[in-house]
């Protein structure tokens, strides 16, 4: 690029992607510029792009590994339609992004220069035709000597090609080099001084390199926040969270994408006085917890979809002993193995319905990472209130998405009271249930007078075994009665628009700043739109049946699995619907449509407004 | 609730309350007559009167099976939970509240097989707990299955021809896990030495494996009708850190002086398939215990919040 004039374009938002081989550092490189971002008071969004394998075989489509950072002047809620500006280490895992149409028609790509004319022949030909592949967009590519330029600073460009690139960015979007070294001095903080030093130089050299060769800059402006905030990722939130709910013992067995939650545990709650109990399996892991939770501590188990499906027995025993439990499954695709670091919103139906029998739980889905943190509090305290199981169900999108959220005022009260361990009164049962409630002083081993044996087996008040149909029917009214009281503290959801419309979106989880970004863009149409978010999954937020009564159609949009009417075979009659779906036309009688995708991928803003106008349009009425 | 208990409440009184051993008991045990599991109830209820152990200070964690409902008869905490996984209950109450007796009641099947994978790993975490197998080696609620522990040739409805596998030593596989720390093997038939072994396996500070040898009156009578009729095919394993029980000694014309420290001998003799042997494999009083390992400083409500407070600094905007 000649030496030039930079073109300065102020913009209230962008969409960068960072592209690379796994192992390449994307994500050290993703989230040192989100952090920064959000240091500097703008809205942010990330979004990780994650293979399944640790290090698959490099330059190859299948070796993608990289992050999506969405950043504005307002709050961000979602990771958006497709990105502005791609940073790609090569030409592979580039075509993999395009392949997946990522990359909005006017990107800016700024790629690897080497593979052009490559030594190998095979390279250079894989080259050809993916840029050949890619000249049906309008992408303006600039090709950037990224490893040469590493080079000058480290023996190995494996190991520096990200820093590189964050310099790049650094200039690009005139970002504060101070807040940038402060990021890498703290993630390199075991390391050698040297290590930061080098990191530091090679930003330096990324953004000299722009400042020469580069003819734009974007701006983004920030406001200010009022308040102090905080920036965290969703599983560090619900980790924070179950510290400061007071949660001593988290037992799990790693799986993905739920193990970092356990990690962040690992690194801080031994000096909150807990542990982190990494158990044999996922059932040993509920067995655990459950133990703990018997033994007073109410204690936290964290897994995935494969895990919660192990650990069903240990939860309905949970449910019927009635030791409360708090579970967090961060769900990702499935069935089986499924799609382990992609999102979805796959266990709804599982958690609500996954036992043998009727197993009432409670069953919270948070819509934001800030709510990650809060939910771990709300679900200790119902599920100490209730004697009950409290399942939170996150996703991937929440668990690796940074967001900012204002910083908590920490509460004693969130830690719990001590269990009331004085001598059991005479004629006081195990299961004193209150007629009206289901609800019982819980008593813990140690409790003086209070000996007795809790059991999976039908058992009556004094928790013996018992078979004769009163007691039975009798537990099962209790437990399930508990459910309805709690429900009796609920408010309705608040509609997000008008309350009353043609169309009413609802969604559940993490999904909620999505689906409110493609209602904006309806309603800025004139459509008659709104949309509701639901966090109580079990038992429902009251009212709905109400709600929906006020809008013509009403329609789930969900991250799960749902037939397409006008495919093969698939009709009215057969036609088989997403997880919220099927629950809410239960629930309601309405009759309710949904549009669901499962890409792997959250939910475009875009595509979801494409689904509101083509209900619609084409959609009979409810 | 058990009248027993309440009355030791009474806070008022200067008495001390002196346990028997029927003390322990809660109401009358639903097994069949003849059941092996009454001598092992029978030998606890005796360990916990000699203890004088409080009966809201301890609890007895089972699975399912005929066994599994012991918690039921004794007057403690109990927790009959699930098929196989008493273990891992047993664990998360251990770690939560380290100052209680816990003791857990398993079967061979619960044990042996659906709780086989539990079995290594707590074995291994060694929490101080008293582990008892009521090995009757068959399944009994489920009526006549071949468990792990079947001998070879026994026919059950499972295995209508006989057993076609050897059947699983537990003694063998216990010793072989890393970190075992006390490992023996008694029988409901010598009352003296299960009540002995079970002693030795309170006092022990860690994970104490106790198999017991016992029969089903229904479905496995004559399981060990040999060994009952003759004790010259038994021997019992004799140390002073072991169980010696000299009342025995008439009967039991082999004894063999084994020292419990000798894992190398421990893992012989439980390979040997020429005589029956009862005793104290081995025991380990050093070995790591997983809840003191664990376990950190109690920190209060406040200082949880300044360092939380501080813990989000790094988070700031």
């Known amino acids: 690029m000649a030496s030039k004039e930079t073109t300065i374009t102020a913009v209230p938002e962008h969409t960068v992607e960072i592209i690379t081989n796994s192992g390449e550092g994307a994500q050290k490189c993703a989230q040192i510029f989100g952090q920064t971002c959000a240091k500097m008071g703008n809205g942010v969004w990330t979004v990780e792009i994650i293979p399944a394998e640790i290090e698959p075989p490099h330059h190859t489509v299948t070796s993608t590994s990289g992050n999506i950072i969405r950043f504005g002047t307002d709050k961000v809620t979602n990771w958006g339609d497709r990105s502005k500006l791609a940073i790609a280490f090569n030409d592979q895992v580039l075509l993999s992004r395009h392949r997946l149409d990522s990359f909005a028609d006017d990107c800016i790509i700024l790629h690897e220069s080497i593979w052009e004319n490559h030594e190998d022949e095979a390279i250079r030909d894989g080259y050809a035709k993916a840029m050949k592949e890619m000249s049906s967009k309008n992408y303006r590519f600039i090709k950037v000597p990224i490893e040469e330029e590493t080079l000058k600073v480290v023996d190995n460009a494996q190991h520096g090609k990200n820093m590189f690139a964050l310099g790049l960015l650094t200039e690009i979007y005139q970002r504060d080099l101070s807040i940038i070294e402060k990021q890498i001095a703290y993630i390199f903080r075991t390391k050698s001084a040297k290590v930061t030093e080098l990191n530091v130089e090679l930003v330096k050299n990324g953004m000299a390199w722009a400042r020469e060769n580069l003819d734009f800059q974007f701006i983004i402006d920030s406001v200010p926040a009022e308040e102090s905030r905080v920036v965290m990722n969703g599983n560090q939130a619900c980790a924070l969270g179950a510290i400061a709910a007071g949660m001593e013992i988290c037992a799990m067995y790693p799986i993905t994408p739920a193990t970092s939650v356990s990690h962040e545990l690992c690194d801080i709650i031994e000096s909150y006085g807990g542990m982190v109990h990494q158990a044999e399996d996922e059932i040993a892991a509920a067995g655990v917890a459950l133990g703990a939770s018997y033994g007073g501590k109410v204690a936290l188990t964290v897994t995935s979809g494969p895990g919660l499906a192990l650990k069903t027995e240990f939860l309905a025993l949970a449910i019927m002993v009635e030791i409360p439990l708090v579970v967090l499954d961060v769900q990702r695709g499935g069935p089986s193995t499924g799609l382990p670091t992609k999102v979805e919103q796959s266990d709804l139906l599982a958690a609500l319905y996954g036992q043998p029998g009727d197993a009432p739980r409670v069953v919270i889905a948070p819509r934001t990472i800030e709510e990650c943190?809060?939910?771990?509090?709300?679900?200790?305290?119902?599920?100490?209130?209730?004697?009950?199981?409290?399942?939170?169900?996150?996703?991937?999108?929440?668990?690796?998405?940074?967001?900012?959220?204002?910083?908590?005022?920490?509460?004693?009260?969130?830690?719990?009271?001590?269990?009331?361990?004085?001598?059991?009164?005479?004629?006081?049962?195990?299961?004193?249930?209150?007629?009206?409630?289901?609800?019982?002083?819980?008593?813990?081993?140690?409790?003086?007078?209070?000996?007795?044996?809790?059991?999976?087996?039908?058992?009556?008040?004094?928790?013996?075994?018992?078979?004769?149909?009163?007691?039975?029917?009798?537990?099962?009214?209790?437990?399930?009665?508990?459910?309805?009281?709690?429900?009796?503290?609920?408010?309705?959801?608040?509609?997000?628009?008008?309350?009353?419309?043609?169309?009413?979106?609802?969604?559940?989880?993490?999904?909620?700043?999505?689906?409110?970004?493609?209602?904006?863009?309806?309603?800025?149409?004139?459509?008659?739109?709104?949309?509701?978010?639901?966090?109580?999954?079990?038992?429902?937020?009251?009212?709905?049946?109400?709600?929906?009564?006020?809008?013509?159609?009403?329609?789930?949009?969900?991250?799960?699995?749902?037939?397409?009417?006008?495919?093969?075979?698939?009709?009215?009659?057969?036609?088989?619907?997403?997880?919220?779906?099927?629950?809410?036309?239960?629930?309601?009688?309405?009759?309710?449509?949904?549009?669901?995708?499962?890409?792997?991928?959250?939910?475009?803003?875009?595509?979801?407004?494409?689904?509101?106008?083509?209900?619609?349009?084409?959609?009979?009425?409810? | 609730m058990s009248s027993v208990a309440i009355s030791l409440l009474d806070l008022d009184s200067e008495e001390i309350k002196c346990f028997e051993a029927e003390d322990y008991q809660t109401r009358v045990a639903k097994w069949c007559a003849g059941c092996g599991d009454f001598g092992a109830l029978n030998a606890v209820k005796r360990l916990l009167a000699k203890e004088q152990l409080q009966p809201e200070k301890m609890a007895f964690v089972s699975g399912i099976g005929c066994s599994s409902r012991f918690p039921h008869y004794v007057n403690a905490y109990g927790f009959h939970g699930i098929h196989g996984r008493a273990l891992p209950i047993a664990t998360g109450l251990k770690l939560a509240r380290p100052e209680l007796d816990v003791f857990v009641v398993m079967g061979d099947g619960d044990c042996t097989s659906i709780g086989a994978g539990h079995w290594i790993h707590a074995t291994r975490y060694n929490a101080d707990m008293t582990v008892l197998l009521l090995d009757n080696a068959i399944y009994g609620l489920t009526k006549n299955q071949t468990s792990p522990t079947t001998p070879q040739g026994y026919a059950s409805n499972t295995s209508p021809r006989g057993s076609v596998l050897p059947a699983l030593d537990p003694l063998q596989a216990t010793l072989g896990i890393s970190n075992a720390s006390f490992v023996a093997q008694t029988a409901d038939w010598v009352p003296v030495h299960l009540y002995a072994t079970l002693q030795a396996a309170y006092e022990h500070p860690g994970f104490s494996f106790v198999r017991i040898l016992q029969r089903c009156p229904k479905f496995t009578p004559d399981v060990f009708l040999d060994n009952v009729k003759n004790p010259d095919i038994t021997e019992l394993l004799i140390h002073e850190n072991g169980v010696d029980v000299p009342s025995l000694e008439k009967l039991y014309k082999h004894r063999r002086v084994h020292d419990p420290k000798n894992i190398d001998d421990a893992r012989a003799l439980a390979q040997r398939t020429d005589m029956l042997r009862l005793g104290i494999f081995f025991r380990d009083d050093s070995l790591p215990v997983y809840e003191e390992v664990r376990a950190v400083p109690p920190v209060s409500a406040e200082e949880k919040i300044v360092r939380l407070n501080e813990e989000f600094d790094r988070y700031g905007v």
Request: glycine share 8%; with cysteine; hydrophobic share 35%.
């Open chain 1, 373 to 622: 943190f809060h939910s771990m509090i709300t679900a200790r305290r119902i599920a100490e209130t209730f004697r009950c199981v409290v399942i939170i169900l996150t996703d991937a999108n929440l668990a690796t998405g940074v967001q900012q959220f204002t910083r908590p005022d920490f509460d004693e009260r969130w830690q719990g009271e001590l269990i009331d361990a004085s001598p059991v009164p005479e004629g006081l049962r195990p299961y004193d249930w209150d007629h009206d409630t289901g609800m019982s002083r819980r008593i813990i081993p140690g409790t003086p007078g209070g000996q007795h044996t809790v059991t999976g087996l039908a058992h009556d008040e004094e928790s013996r075994v018992s078979y004769d149909p009163g007691s039975n029917e009798r537990g099962q009214r209790m437990r399930s009665r508990k459910l309805a009281v709690f429900q009796s503290t609920l408010m309705p959801p608040p509609i997000y628009g008008d309350e009353e419309g043609d169309l009413l979106v609802v969604g559940w989880g993490s999904t909620q700043g999505a689906i409110e970004e493609a209602v904006d863009r309806a309603r800025a149409e004139g459509r008659k739109v709104s949309s509701c978010q639901l966090t109580f999954l079990s038992p429902l937020e009251p009212g709905l049946k109400e709600i929906f009564s006020k809008f013509r159609k009403v329609m789930t949009v969900e991250i799960n699995y749902s037939d397409n009417l006008g495919d093969p075979y698939i009709t009215e009659e057969t036609r088989r619907l997403g997880q919220l779906c099927w629950v809410l036309r239960a629930h309601t009688l309405v009759d309710l449509d949904c549009w669901t995708s499962v890409p792997g991928q959250p939910l475009r803003p875009n595509d979801i407004y494409n689904s509101i106008i083509e209900n619609i349009e084409n959609g009979s009425s409810t």
